[in-house]
């Protein structure tokens, strides 16, 4: 019945929204950027009366439709490399940082009690350890009492961008973990739900649970998650603080259309995982590729304390202006 | 004149049916071939769901969520049919008419509740209890089942009772006056007078179950992986369709209209099996 | 006195059997109404979802509901009255009624994906259904 209604709604929406507001801009794409570009886009409107409808579908939609050219931008947390983008014709450039946090629910243990050492999380992840009270996983968490019951791992159902970034991560500390926007994961037990919240609601439901999600998600729903260990050894709370710190080490250049992962940066006080969203314009859309990077360019101006509240990180000065020369170069300011 | 037209058009809604069958099947092979192609009857058995890194390729197996969805039916249809059975012989012939009234208008309100409701009243309420007495995560293939079985009864216990109700008082009360107990006049009047409508609610839910998207995304876990406990999570062909649809491209778009196929023709095939077994013998 | 003790039996279990699934259904009725009701304020339903609301999604839902049944009704009925009035007792009545039961029980979501294919998959490249003017 639901997903007949999806559809249906989809479909209804698309041939209204086409034929009703044929001047408003349409995007859709990467679920893990939704919750700011919906306010991004609501200020916008609010400033200058223009409309803009972003659609949070998840990123491999947002590149089937841009490919398709069924939208005039899409958003993807997995930038393309440049041969892909000149294949599709395609721009891109990143719009905001932001980060994924490990969350959890074990009796008995608060927001940020927990500890992870890389070698702990590997291990969650891959299966070799199962229980709460191994070894790996105590020696970090002396002051907690882990119980002995197995680890449920909450992972997504579907493809998604939040699941390549982690999994990028998970890559860099074992590199015999494969990237992917979907893996077939190894864990003993594994929970997969759809989207942000159908992880969290996981992770909610199933006692002795651990989850990645993005952290707009924890801090909605008030949900623990784990302090982790970063590249230099040190445990890192999830804070906007130390996301910047992490942040500041992208090195994006408009050479190879800022294709660049974030993932475990240096610094002593960076946050391990952290991610940049892109956007993604069609090469022969002109006149409406200005009037997205319009609204981006605006977003970079006025929007940085939206980002911060929503709990992402704006992209420093420096990438905002080699953004902007992209667009000059590309005739798309 | 107009009769004329009237006539046509009424011809053509009937007969739009069978051109939707013909048509979804059609539309169905058609955009499996791919994957037809490529994995053909190896697809039943493949337990594997990857897609390349690029997203390309991949290797796609139906066996799991085949499996996945067959189970929870079956689950389902255990617990529901003897419960809905017994809530629509205690409608018709057990309770008083004031509770029969009261207790109808809950099943009927239940029996109209959206499907995704009851998926988070299992999540959130259910869950829980069967990880507690039973085990495993919460959500698996068992709870998925019972409430998969809680969702059809509203809907089978409703057509059920008003089939019982449609047996002549006639008939009911010449076999009382003639000694008969309660139970004797269940099975030897109502049962045979009825077992029609009683079937066909069954065959609908039987329908509604294997088909059953949103409430099962919720409870089955949605994971790729074959069930070796009763509570472990797995998933069911409209899950992994509902979760992967919007993001496949190609080979797996390919795949996912080949399991679709499958769910329709294994759906068409019980429901026409059981609907002629059960019922093209009774005269018209 | 067998038959009576049967008799009995039954008819205690077709009620426990009732009792069983009625309190599951009212447990759910009573967690929707008692969560449901502590949720619901005025400006749940004057508000879009952005705001708290749930307006844009009822109107969505009705607007799909209402435009569901201008196409189904029509067609539903002229079938029945077909069935009823022209093909009545012919084989071929017979089996469009047959044909329309199991039809009845087509899982939702492979009707979904078939509309998928027509129209959303089939206009992609073509691009040409979206910009039917309304």
């Not at chain 2, 995304?217 to 069911?236: E, Q, W, Y």
Request: hydrophobic letters at 45%; a positive charge; charged letters at 15%.
């Amino acid at each position: 019945m639901t997903f007949k209604q999806l559809l249906t709604t989809a479909v209804i929406t698309s041939v209204t929204l086409t034929a009703l507001n044929a001047d408003e801009l349409k995007g859709r794409g990467a679920s893990f950027p939704g919750p700011l570009y919906k306010a991004w886009t609501s200020e916008y409107y609010a400033a200058t009366g223009k409309k803009i409808n972003y659609t949070p579908t998840g990123s491999g939609d947002g590149v089937k439709s841009i490919k398709k050219r069924m939208v005039d931008f899409a958003g993807s947390d997995k930038p393309l490399k440049s041969k892909k983008l000149k294949k599709a014709k395609l721009y891109m450039f990143p719009s905001v940082v932001g980060s994924i946090v490990l969350s959890y629910n074990i009796d008995g243990v608060k927001d940020g009690e927990l500890k992870l050492s890389r070698a702990a999380i590997d291990a969650i992840f891959t299966g070799k350890v199962t229980h709460w009270d191994d070894a790996i996983i105590s020696k970090e968490n002396a002051g907690l009492k882990l119980p002995h019951e197995p680890i449920t791992t909450c992972v997504r159902a579907d493809k998604s961008g939040t699941t390549f970034n982690f999994t990028y991560f998970l890559n860099k500390i074992n590199p015999n973990f494969k990237i992917s926007k979907k893996p077939t994961w190894k864990a003993a037990k594994v929970v997969a739900g759809k989207s942000n919240s159908g992880v969290s609601a996981n992770i909610q439901q199933i006692k002795n649970s651990i989850g990645y999600i993005e952290y707009s998600f924890k801090i909605k729903l008030g949900l623990p998650a784990a302090q982790i260990e970063n590249k230099e050894g040190k445990f890192i709370n999830p804070t906007v603080q130390s996301f910047q710190d992490g942040a500041k080490y992208a090195t994006w250049t408009a050479d190879n259309d800022f294709y660049a992962v974030i993932s475990d940066p240096e610094g002593a006080t960076s946050y391990p995982i952290v991610a940049a969203t892109f956007i993604l314009l069609p090469e022969e859309k002109n006149k409406e590729n200005k009037e997205v990077t319009a609204f981006i360019n605006w977003a970079f101006t006025s929007g940085d304390k939206a980002a911060s509240e929503l709990g992402y990180v704006p992209l420093p000065t420096s990438t905002k202006n080699e953004i902007r020369k992209y667009w000059e170069a590309k005739k798309i300011n | 004149m107009g009769g004329k037209l009237f006539r046509n058009f009424s011809f053509f809604s009937a007969t739009l049916s069978f051109f939707l069958l013909i048509g979804i099947f059609a539309i169905l092979f058609t955009y499996a071939q791919e994957a037809l192609a490529e994995f053909g009857f190896d697809f039943l058995l493949s337990e594997t769901w990857e897609a390349d890194e690029d997203d390309e390729g991949g290797i796609f197996g139906g066996y799991i969520p085949i499996i996945g969805t067959l189970l929870s039916t079956l689950i389902a249809m255990t617990i529901a049919v003897p419960l809905a059975m017994g809530i629509a012989i205690f409608l018709t012939e057990v309770a008083s008419v004031n509770i029969a009234k009261s207790v109808s208008v809950a099943i009927e309100l239940l029996a109209a509740i959206p499907s995704i409701i009851y998926g988070m009243w299992g999540l959130f309420y259910f869950a829980p209890i069967v990880q507690s007495t039973v085990g495993g995560n919460g959500v698996g293939l068992l709870t998925a089942g019972i409430v998969l079985a809680i969702m059809i009864i509203p809907f089978m216990a409703a057509i059920t009772r008003d089939a019982m109700n449609t047996t002549p008082h006639v008939l009911k009360e010449s076999a009382y006056t003639m000694g008969a107990t309660k139970f004797e006049v269940i099975k030897d009047v109502i049962l045979p007078y009825s077992k029609g409508g009683i079937i066909g609610s069954i065959i609908l839910a039987l329908g509604r179950a294997l088909g059953e998207t949103m409430a099962v995304a919720f409870l089955i876990g949605s994971v790729m992986s074959t069930v070796k406990h009763v509570t472990d999570p797995t998933t069911s062909i409209p899950v992994l369709l509902a979760n992967n649809f919007a993001e496949a491209e190609d080979l797996e778009m390919s795949s996912m209209y080949y399991l679709a196929l499958i769910l329709f023709v294994v759906s068409f095939a019980i429901i026409s099996t059981a609907k002629f077994y059960f019922l093209g013998r009774k005269p018209k | 006195m067998n038959r009576l003790i049967l008799n009995k039996v039954i008819l205690v279990l077709s009620t426990l059997s009732a009792i069983i699934g009625i309190s599951f259904l009212f447990w759910i009725l009573a967690t929707l109404s008692y969560k449901g009701i502590t949720s619901i304020t005025w400006s749940t339903f004057t508000n879009d979802l952005v705001n708290g609301g749930i307006r844009n999604l009822l109107v969505g839902q009705f607007t799909m509901a209402i435009l569901a049944s201008v196409i189904a009704v029509p067609i539903g009925m002229m079938a029945g009255i077909y069935l009823r009035e022209y093909g009545h007792g012919s084989k071929l009545a017979s089996v469009i009624r047959n044909l329309s039961d199991v039809m009845m029980s087509a899982p939702s979501i492979v009707i979904g994906v078939f509309v998928y294919a027509i129209l959303v998959a089939g206009t992609m490249a073509t691009q040409g259904l979206w910009h039917w003017p309304l």
